[in-house]
Nanobody, 116 residues
Framework: QVQFVESGGGLVQAGGSLRLSCTAS????????MGWYRQAPGKQRELVAS???????NYADSVKGRFTISRDNAKNTMALQMNGLKPEDTAVYYC??????????WGQGTQVTVSS
């Protein structure tokens, strides 16, 4: 089963930027529709962006125009460029397949903290 490792989180001031990375353990990554998810304290995990095999993208309304998802199938990686960060973006961010039946066990994620 493919596994995913997230990195790139940190502490940033409101209005700042971060770039998250996701690395897959197997090259079957390229056939997956992938997503970036986040979970804030006391809230359910939510999908913030997804990218298809042909690089079609979708974004949650809350991040549209600020976040950009991308993937490099040759390197089994995916990225999330986050600009104009807001305190409400504070969460642990995860990457995983979009389809529940194809998801790997959730990793540790990467913490993003945005100070006001």
């Amino acid at each position: 089963q493919v596994q995913f490792v997230e990195s790139g989180g940190g502490l940033v001031q409101a209005g700042g930027s971060l770039r998250l990375s996701c690395t897959a353990s197997r090259n079957t990554f390229s056939i997956l529709i992938m997503g970036w998810y986040r979970q804030a304290p006391g809230k359910q995990r939510e999908l913030v962006a997804s990218i298809g095999r042909s690089d079609s993208t979708n974004y949650a309304d809350s991040v549209k125009g600020r976040f950009t998802i991308s993937r490099d199938n040759a390197k089994n990686t995916m990225a999330l460029q986050m600009n104009g960060l807001k305190p409400e973006d504070t969460a642990v961010y995860y990457c995983n397949a979009l389809a529940p039946a194809l998801r790997a066990t959730w990793g540790q994620g990467t913490q993003v903290t945005v100070s006001s």
